[in-house]
């Protein structure tokens, strides 16, 4: 038969001025670890600029194909409609559920 692991028996429990050696050990940053870091910023870096042309690109196109005043009415739809949707987010996270 095997022991569990939260056994009481087998567990101890050292309080943090007691501790001799670090709860956590980190290793060494390697050469390829900090290119692999890099090359994942510059992927997010790429992905979020190319989210942003792409943006400005449809709000020209829009612009163009509904005309200016139609397209300021469906931006200022879109607004408030995002606005309250995040008005009522954050509410509903400050009232508890009732039964």
């Known amino acids: 038969m095997t022991e569990s692991l939260l056994d ?10 007691e501790r001799t050696e670090p709860a956590v050990k980190f290793s060494r940053t390697t050469e390829s670890d900090v290119s692999e870091l890099f090359r994942g910023g510059m992927f997010l870096s790429a992905r979020y600029g190319l989210g942003v042309v792409l943006s400005v690109g449809n709000m020209f196109v829009m612009t163009r194909w509904i005309g200016p005043h139609s397209y300021g009415v469906f931006i200022t739809a879109i607004g408030l409609v995002t606005f309250f949707c995040n008005v009522i987010a954050r509410r509903s996270r400050y009232i508890p559920d009732t039964p």
């Open 8 to 17: 009481p028996k087998t567990v101890s429990v050292v309080s943090p001025a």
